[in-house]
C-alpha cells in the first residue's frame, strides 16, 4: 500500500504543520538528529523523523529530498523557521509519538 504525507496527516497522532504537497509519496523512513548524517544517509522520498528543529533542518530536507520531516516528541518550530519551511515548500508534520513509535506507525504502511 502506498502513503502519501496526506495519508500521515489524516493518521491518529499525525498533525500538519506546513503541507505543500500533500500527494507526495512516502517511500521509507529515516531516523535521525545529527544533521550532517542525515545528509548522508537519507533518500529521497523518505519520511524523516528527527528532534531537531533548526533552520539547517531545512536546508537537510531539501537537500535530500524528503517526502516529509516528522517532528518527533511534540517539537514545535519558531515562527521564523515555520515561514521558511513554508516558503520553501518542505512538508512539516508533527507528533507527540516517540521517533520510534512514529517509525513503527510507518513501518505498517509502506
Not at 502519501?4 to 507526495?24: A, I, M, N, Q
Not at 521564523?80 to 520553501?88: E, G, R, T
Amino acid at each position: 500500500m502506498k502513503v502519501t504525507v496526506y495519508d500521515l496527516c489524516k493518521s491518529e497522532g499525525f498533525t500538519p504543520v506546513t503541507v505543500s504537497d500533500s500527494g507526495r509519496e512516502i517511500s521509507g523512513v529515516y531516523i535521525g538528529d545529527l544533521l550532517s548524517w542525515v545528509m548522508g544517509k537519507a533518500q529521497s522520498g523518505d519520511a524523516w523523523i528527527t528532534i531537531m528543529s533548526n533552520i539547517n533542518t531545512l536546508a537537510v530536507a531539501a537537500l535530500t529530498d524528503v517526502a516529509c520531516v516528522i517532528l518527533a516528541e511534540g517539537v514545535t518550530l519558531e515562527p521564523d523557521i515555520l515561514k521558511a519551511a513554508a516558503d520553501k515548500e518542505i512538508n512539516i508534520v508533527s507528533t507527540e509519538l516517540s521517533a520510534y513509535d512514529a517509525a513503527l506507525h510507518l513501518s505498517k504502511h509502506i
